[in-house]
């Protein structure tokens, strides 16, 4: 644990600047005296030290760290200061420090959790609909997005265009729900269920085509001689059931 000394009108005390839950577990456990490293510096200098701690622990809220960067640029400090005392890469305080100015919320989570890289979210943040598909589909083809990264992407990038680039917590959006807010939000859930019943009308029909064609190929001789050779000639039966009852149901 690390504190700094200070004096004031009470006398001596000491300030803590890294050791939290140190502290916290000593006191838990009833000891009298805690061993701690005492150091010299200003306030500023102490929560510095803290923040660089935290950003080791790297145990954080996914916003925290990256409002505590913005706070540091408040304060006056340069990007590469902040990269420095941080231990971050410079191009991520950067980043970071775009996308708190344009207060997108959804891609500064997105970021700190690893969903998306820094770099691909500020393309995101300065692109329109367009632009946006033009930078995942660079992402992809480099190699920065791929599989279930790339559909979590998508996903966030919808919500940001249809929800905003802010996130607000439960207690705010129930003490601004309203009418209109509701109308809104049964819009957006009937049109999601319109959506997944035409995927779905479209996938039953793709599937009766397929079970259409397989009856046709299979009542020629030549092709199920061909299948024979080869040792494809078995299906499951409950494939085979419905194909000779004609549907897919």
């Given amino acids: 644990m690390t504190v ?4 004031d009108d009470q006398g001596v005390r000491y300030d803590l600047v890294c050791g939290q839950g140190r502290l916290e577990a000593f006191v838990e456990l009833g000891e009298s005296e805690i061993p701690a490293f005492v150091i010299e510096g200003s306030v500023e200098d102490c929560m510095i030290k803290s923040l660089v701690e935290n950003c080791a622990r790297r145990q954080h809220q996914a916003i925290d760290l990256l409002h505590d960067i913005g706070g540091m ?19 991520y305080v950067r980043g970071v420090g775009r996308l708190l100015a344009q207060g997108e919320q959804r891609l500064l989570r997105a970021v700190e959790v690893g969903h ?10 300065d692109a329109d609909d367009v632009g946006i598909q033009e930078a995942l589909h660079q992402a992809y083809e480099k190699n920065l997005l791929r599989g279930r990264k790339l559909l979590i992407a998508k996903r966030i990038v919808e919500s940001r265009r249809r929800r905003g680039r802010g996130v607000r917590d439960a207690a705010e959006k129930g003490a601004k729900l309203s009418s209109r807010s509701l109308i809104r939000a049964y819009r957006e859930d009937t049109d ?7 995927r779905a009308d479209a996938t039953r029909n793709r599937l ?7 009856r046709e190929l299979l009542g020629d001789e030549r092709f199920v001689t061909l299948l024979k050779s080869e040792k494809l000639d078995t299906l499951p039966k409950k494939l085979v059931s419905r194909m000779q009852r004609g549907d897919v149901a």
């Fill in 4 to 7: 700094t000394r200070r004096d």
């Fill in 73 to 91: 640029k408040q304060r006056g400090y340069s990007d590469p200061e902040i990269a420095k005392k941080t231990g971050l890469s410079l191009e």
């Fill in 116 to 125: 998306i890289p820094v770099s691909v979210a500020v393309q995101i943040a």
């Fill in 192 to 198: 999601r269920k319109r959506l997944l019943i035409r």
């Fill in 208 to 214: 009766i085509f397929i079970a259409h064609a397989m």
